[in-house]
C-alpha cells in the first residue's frame, strides 16, 4: 500500500494549500454567492454549516478522494462486520452493535453478539425499573435515593457527561453522584453528605482491579459497614459493572447484580454498554433507550451515505486538512449550552486517546502529524477569554461551534442573546476586522500616531476556520447521534493516518508505573527500581507522611 504522504492527492493537497494560503475567505464569501448553502450537510437532526473553512470545492474534491484512497469505505465496512481491526490486540470493535436497534445480526468469530446485548439491555431496564419503582431497597426496607458511580477514564466520563447533558430529562426518583479522581477528598465529600441505608454504590471495572477504581469502592465499603451496614447487607447497595465476576462476589456484589463488559468495547466508547447504567439510573430506561436510537440514526447514516454528504467525513477531512497541510495543532470545541459544557472534556478523551499515536498499522514510525490537541469551553465564557488568542493569536485554532435552537426553562432574550453571541463569533472569526476598518472607526482620535497605533491593535486578521453545528434541541435522539457523530470522525481520521484508533498503549504504561510507584511509596519496591528524581520524590512523601 502506498503510504499516505506518497499517496497522490496527498500531494495535490499540498499544492493546493499553498494557493489556499494565500486566500481570504471574505473573498471566497464574496465571489461564491452560493458558497453557504453548497457547504452544508444535515443527518439526523443536526445541520453542519462548514462554509466558513479555508477550503474550495477543488479542496473537498481532494480529500474525499484521499479518503478513498486511504481503504476509508473498506476500513468502515470492516468495522461494523466486526473484523479484528484492533490489530495490537486482535480485538474487534462493535460499540456500533452496542446501539444496534435493526433486526440485523452482528457475528463475532461466528456467533451473534445481538442477544447478549439485549439480555444486558434488558437486565439495565429490570433494575432501573426495580430502583425507581423502590421494589429494590436498602437492607433496612429504605428507597434508594442516592446512587454513587465509581469509575474513571471512559468508565466515568461519558456517563457523567451525558447525564449533564440531559439534566432536563432526569428523573426525580433517584439522585447519580460520579466519583473518579482517587483524592481521597472527592469520595469523602459525596458519601459524607448521604445517608447509607438510601445509597447505591455501582461500581464500573472490567477487571475489578482499576486502581483508582477498586481504592474508591473499598472506601465505599469502609463507609458503608462503619455506618452500620453489615457484610451480607452490601448486595442491596453494591452493583458492579466488570468481566471479573469471581472478584466482584468475593467483594460481596452478587452475581445476579454484576453487568458485564466486552474486550470488544474499548473504554471511551462503553457508554452504550452496561457502563451506561448510571445514565438509565438517572434518566430512566426509556431515555437512556433513546439516547441508543439517535447513535444508532448516526451510525446508519456513516455506514451508508456518500462521502460528500457524511458528515463525520467532512468533520474528519476539514480536520485532516488543517492538521496536515496548515500545521494546527488543537482543535477547540465550544458548546452554546450550559448542559453541553462537558462535551470538550468527552471528545478530548475520545480523540486524544483514540489518535494519539505515532505508529502505522504496520509498525512503521509516521512522518506525518496525527491526533490534534482537543480543548474547549461553553460559549459565551470563552468569549471573555480565550477567545482572545482564537482571534489575534498566531496559531490556526479550527473551532466547532454547537447549538441548540430550542432550550427548556429559558426565556427568549436569554437564548436570543446566546445565539447571537455564537453566530457572532463565527463571523468575526471568518472575516476580521481589517487596519483601514479601524482605523475609520477611530476617526475621533486627533493624534495621528495614537490612531494609526490603536488601528494596528485592533486589527484581526480573520480568516479563522470554523464549523457549525444547530440541532432543534438537544434531547436524547440528538445527544446520541451528536457523540457517534464525533466516534466516527476519529475513526475516519484514524483511518487516514493509518492508526489503531482503538488500543491505548501510553495509559497502560501510566497504569503501570503508577502500580509500581505505589509500592514504592509503601515499601514494596527496592529504592534503585527508580530514576533519581522519582526516587527523590518518593522519599519526601513517604518523610512527610511518616512511612517508615
Sequence with gaps: ?????????????????????????????ANDSQRAESMQAEACGIFLDYSKNRVTDEVMTSLFDLARAQGLEEARERMFSGAPINKTEQRSVLHTALRNLSNRPVKLDGEDVMPEIQATLDKMRDFTQSIHNQTHTGYTGKPIKHVVAIGIGGSFLGPKIMTEALK???????????????????IHDVLSALDHEETLIVMSSKSFSTQETLQNTVSAKQWFLAAGGSQSDIAQHFVAVSSNVSAATEFGITEDNIFPMWDWVGGRYSLWSAIGLPICLALGYDNFHRLLKGAHQMDEHFSSAPLEQNLPVIMAMLGVWYRNFFDAQSHVLLPYYHYLRGLPAYVQQLDMESNGKRTTLAGETVNYETGPIIWGSEGTNGQHSFHQLIHQGTSIIPADFMLPLNVPNQNDTHHAMLASNCFGQTQALMQGKTFDECYADLANETDEERRSELAAHKTMPGNKPSNTLLFNELDPETLGALVALYEHKVFVQGVIWDVNSFDQWGVELGKQLGNEVLDGIQGNAQPDQFDLSTSQLIDKFRRANSID
Design 1 to 29: 500500500m502506498t503510504t499516505l504522504t506518497g499517496q497522490p492527492q496527498w500531494q495535490q493537497l499540498t499544492e493546493l494549500a499553498k494557493s489556499v494560503k494565500q486566500t481570504h475567505m471574505r473573498d471566497l464569501f
Design 168 to 186: 432536563p430529562y432526569r428523573s426525580e426518583a433517584v439522585q447519580v453522584h460520579f466519583v473518579a479522581n482517587v483524592d481521597g477528598c472527592h
